[in-house]
């Protein structure tokens, strides 16, 4: 039993029609995960892609940096459609494999690189502790720049109400999409 | 204090001063710490901005409870300056003080509002569970129907967003007012 109803196409109102003809234009060519239920809000569906669509073209953050930004997302509010959506993104941006295992089992992965390594605490610590302790903010603005920073911060946010619009309606997965993170938990993960 | 220094108008650069001027000419009549910390990155500040346009000024969801949504979403990320910014506009719009001041205390609130109840326990669900359960589900999607229930999840992630930016950068209350929280703390 799913809880998301999708709009047939037939069914839609002009302003559903319209985001969902630009986003099928789009290199997606149809709607995705988050988008399928934010089009029952088809201005709010407009209005989060504009911002996921700086996020993900137009800011200063290396793609690397943005996947690892959202797969800690995805892990923390266990989304797995979000996690297995991104996961090859992530691995094609450069993230290493041991990498984006340890993230999936929950473990503290073993960095090779600083910036990933301090992006990566900075995360963990605002999700588990809603704050930054001085040296963890140092090192991830030193590592990603002030503006970096504001768009780490801007993508764990506009990931976490994906996350959450994703596990409200308990989107499934597509099809090819298996190997659930709620198979692989490890410390660190849900309660 | 803030970890960011506040901005000045008169040594924006263009771009930055043109989202400066719409955020401060819009509904909102300022441009807030938090937004002063978004023109960091400008285009991206205006584009946050449209989409809390959106839910704040636009949306059909009830002024009284996305404002309650906000509030929650506040307590849950223990950010005093979102409480403190929302408060009197949730007061404003019909919720009542007894129903903020349990959730600031961390107990659940006796509710004579049916659909503030319904707001409480999904949103809290949401934010502590990560997951909002069956029955609740179809409580809210009956009450709100797909649109609202939607609606509401999105107060509950952009309000958190806000409250990420706002705990990030250290944009605390503003001298003189007390932390308007005490009783447990939600974490992960």
Excluded at chain 1, 44 to 70: C, H, P, Y
Excluded at chain 2, 59 to 83: K, M, Q, V
Excluded at chain 2, 132 to 154: I, M, P, Q, S, W
């Amino acid at each position: 039993m799913t809880r998301l109803t999708e709009i047939e196409t037939g069914a839609m109102t002009d302003e559903q029609r319209r985001f969902y003809d630009w986003m099928a234009a789009g290199p997606w060519e149809r709607l995705e995960g988050p988008f399928k239920v934010l089009l029952h809000s088809p201005r709010l569906a407009d209005a989060v892609n504009q911002v996921n669509q700086f996020l993900r073209g137009e800011g200063t953050l290396s793609k690397r940096i943005r996947e690892l930004v959202i797969l800690i997302n995805a892990r923390h509010w266990e989304t797995e459609i979000e996690w297995l959506s991104h996961e090859p993104q992530a691995r094609k941006a450069g993230l290493d494999d041991a990498v984006i295992a340890a993230l999936a089992q929950g473990l503290e992965p073993d960095f090779r690189a600083d910036d990933e390594a301090a992006v990566h605490a900075f995360c963990r610590e605002l999700l588990e502790t809603r704050w930054v302790a001085d040296a963890t903010f140092a090192r991830a603005r030193d590592a990603v720049g002030e503006e970096g920073l504001i768009e780490v911060v801007c993508t764990l946010g506009l990931y976490a109400m994906l996350s959450l619009v994703l596990n409200a309606f308990e989107v499934p997965l597509g099809p090819g999409m298996s190997t659930p993170i709620s198979e692989r938990r490890g410390p660190g993960g849900p309660r | 204090m803030s970890r960011l220094p506040p901005l000045e108008r008169s040594r924006l650069d263009e771009a930055t001063a043109a989202v400066f001027d719409a955020i401060a000419s819009g509904p909102r009549g300022r441009v807030s710490p938090p937004y002063q910390a978004l023109l960091r990155s400008p285009a991206l500040a205006g584009r946050i901005q449209s989409l809390g346009a959106f839910l704040r000024f636009e949306s059909a969801f009830p002024d009284h409870l996305r404002e309650f949504a906000i509030l929650i979403t506040a307590r849950a990320w223990n950010c005093a300056y979102e409480w403190h910014a929302h408060y009197p506009i949730a007061i404003a719009a019909g919720l009542a003080e007894a129903i903020a001041q349990a959730v600031a205390e961390g107990r659940r609130p006796d509710f004579a509002d049916a659909e503030a109840e319904l707001v409480y326990d999904f949103s809290t669900e949401l934010q502590e569970t990560r997951r909002v359960n069956d029955a609740l589900y179809g409580r809210a999607l009956a009450r709100f129907d797909e649109a609202g229930v939607v609606e509401l999840t999105a107060i509950n992630g952009y309000y958190a967003m806000f409250a990420m930016i706002l705990n990030t950068f250290e944009i605390g209350l503003p001298e003189g007012v007390a932390d308007p929280f005490s009783g447990p703390q939600i974490t992960s």
